[in-house]
């Protein structure tokens, strides 16, 4: 249990700094953008194109940071073998706890006294939640449950990037919480994966899950950046925290066999709605975006807080 906690702050900590450093990048692919006055980088429902997101993921800020989103990954993964997933993936979310903090340095983001509270909520709900954690479940599943994964998540991400790039940039809270969803497929095809232990290269690479994973998890990183891209992204993050919570958290008790200690249930369901609740604070009571003036180089380049995975 120990062991596997702090495996899951290590990863919620490269990717709250990996998300701090993307931020950084796509607001300097933004600004490029902004001074050349072109509309090459939009499509024309108003969203970021395919070249200006692609543009952003050059920048040495965003190479870092998905440097660290990886580390973040393999560290995430471990963690969704050892920990029941309502644990796991809350933990891993609270990243958005460290991005807050670290944008105060890099972002020059200043965090007011209910986002500080909000944090503080999140800390002690985390507490909880250790607290009440109990063994999680053996995670073996029908063969059959990996290709409804898989074919999950093709459509959440296939049909979600097409819908995201239909509204354009309307598309800021539902990019947040496609990409969340998109993180929360990863975290449950870790945990089913089979050929990992004992590990098996035949076993591993005939599971549907691995190919799951690949798909959720390149089309999260992809949804994410155009969250970054987008306008105020507040409510994005708040959703991508849901998202990458509530679903898997409950898939883990409800299909995986995850449960708490005994008479401590309350605690874990009390600790878990916290702590999404006070992430979702944190996110929802940031600075408000600065207004600039049309066709500045500021503009569209949001000042509030970045969203986290």
């Known amino acids: ?19 701090v450093l993307q931020a950084v990048g796509s607001r300097k692919s933004a600004r490029q953008e902004a001074a050349k006055a072109s509309s090459a ?19 040495w800020e965003f190479m870092v940071g998905t440097v660290l989103d990886f580390i973040g990954f393999g560290l995430g993964a471990l963690a969704a073998r050892l920990l029941p997933l309502f644990l796991s993936q809350t933990v891993i979310s609270a990243n958005l706890v460290i991005t807050a903090v670290l944008s105060i340095k890099l972002l020059g983001i200043r965090l007011n006294r209910a986002e500080w509270t909000s944090i503080g909520v999140v800390c002690g709900a985390l507490v909880l939640l250790a607290t009440a954690a109990g ?21 959440l991400i296939g049909g979600g990037t097409l819908l995201v790039r239909l509204l354009g940039g309307r598309a800021a809270i ?9 993180f929360g497929a990863l975290g449950v095809g870790v945990r089913v994966l089979n050929g990992v232990a004992p590990f098996h290269l035949p076993s591993l690479l005939g599971d549907p899950a691995l190919y799951a994973i690949l798909v959720a ?34 898939l883990g008790v409800l299909w ?20 999404v ?11 408000p975006e600065p207004e600039t003036e049309p066709g500045s180089p500021a503009a569209g380049e949001r000042h509030t807080e970045v969203a986290a995975r």
């Not at 063994?135 to 459509?155: F, K, N, Q, R, Y």
């Not at 995986?256 to 702590?275: I, K, N």
């Open 41 to 59: 980088g939009v499509t024309q429902h108003g969203g970021p194109s395919l070249s200006s997101t692609a543009k952003a993921a050059v920048t």
């Open 174 to 182: 539902l990019a947040g919480l496609l990409s969340g969803l998109g």
């Open 256 to 275: 995986l066999g995850d449960s708490s200690r005994p008479g401590f249930a309350w605690v874990a369901a009390l600790g878990f709605v916290v702590a």
């Open 135 to 155: 063994p999680e479940g053996s995670g073996h599943t029908p063969i059959a449950a990996h290709w409804w994964l898989l074919a999950a998540s093709v459509v």
């Open 1 to 19: 249990m120990i062991i596997g906690l702090l495996t899951a702050v290590a990863a919620s900590a490269c990717y709250g700094t990996g998300s």
């Open 277 to 287: 609740a006070g992430a979702v604070a944190v996110a929802w009571f940031g600075e």
């Open 217 to 250: 998890g390149i089309g999260g990183m992809y949804l994410h950046t155009v969250a970054l891209q987008i306008g105020s992204v507040n409510g994005a993050t708040a959703a991508l925290v849901v998202g990458e919570t509530v679903v898997p958290g409950m």
